[in-house]
């Protein structure tokens, strides 16, 4: 049994979609996936997402990127709510979205948003954002205020660590600014603040797991910070092949 990872799938590219129809659906039986946010902002697809990826895979977990809770035009649902729907719709196809028991591992899924804790952004950064006006977050007056309602819903999860047990975390935000790699242009970090928030990275440390996977960035890393390893492996858009892989990633092997 193989746990792989894989997030930013954006299969709202036709590409990336026929990338994941034609994955294997032999190899991966006995495996589990790691998914990291960023289906698609089209529930459809995150269906369909859902629906193939069972198929695939023994056992799928989950959690929503910021694309996902995108709600296209609709101005009558708010994101929160769009939320709820795919965590229901991930229930009726068996994708976990919840801590996850295997026999020599523990998969902790961890929500999250941004918050500036990695640094102010530009006004021209949030003209630009397209978070702020695809997303409807009404009853929040700040990022900040939907990153702690998503932390605070972590804690249920967290509380089912299992002490002497490998512990992986996951999330779709990044725990930390300092995984982005020193090459990145200095005109592209106009979007750090976007990133994630340390809020993440705190919670990380109360489980202390042997690996963390995330996404969002994608930038592909794997890199090692006080024990733990920290890896994204996002699939990205069409155009992103110097730093994305494009396959999955085997990031734990009991066999």
């Known amino acids: 049994m193989s746990i792989q990872a894989l997030s930013d799938l954006h299969i709202d590219y036709s590409e990336n ?15 589990t996936l790691i998914l990291g946010g960023d ?12 629906y193939h990826l069972k198929k695939i895979f023994k056992e799928v977990i989950f959690v929503p990127g910021n694309h996902d809770l995108w709600i296209a035009g609709n101005r009558q649902l708010t ?3 769009k939320f709820d729907q795919i965590r229901r719709m991930a ?13 020599n591992v523990t998969i902790i899924p961890l929500l999250g948003w941004y918050d500036y804790s990695f640094g102010q952004p530009t006004e021209i950064a949030i003209q630009s954002w397209q978070d702020f006006y695809a997303c409807n977050w009404a009853g929040f007056n700040s990022v900040a205020g939907i990153t702690q309602h998503f932390l605070a819903l972590n804690e249920t999860n967290l509380a089912l660590h299992r002490p002497g047990i490998p512990t992986i975390t996951f999330s779709h935000f990044l725990p930390r600014i300092d995984l ?6 200095a005109d592209r970090r106009i979007i750090y603040p976007f990133l994630g928030s340390n809020g993440l990275e705190a919670q990380i440390r109360k489980v202390n797991p042997i690996i ?9 890393v794997k890199r090692t910070i006080d024990d733990v390893f920290y890896i994204n ?22 066999n």
């Open 17 to 31: 979609l026929k990338w994941l129809q034609g994955l294997s659906r032999l190899d991966y039986q006995q495996d």
């Open 39 to 50: 289906i698609s902002h089209e529930m459809k697809l995150i269906e369909t997402a859902f």
């Open 79 to 81: 994101s929160l709510q």
């Open 91 to 103: 229930a009726v196809y068996g994708v976990h979205t919840s801590t996850l028991y295997l026999d």
């Open 180 to 185: 982005m790699p020193d090459y990145i242009p």
């Open 212 to 220: 963390h996977i995330y996404g969002h960035s994608h930038v592909n």
């Open 233 to 254: 492996n996002a699939f990205g858009y069409p155009e992103e092949t110097r730093i994305t892989a494009k396959q999955l990633l085997c990031v734990h092997d009991s």
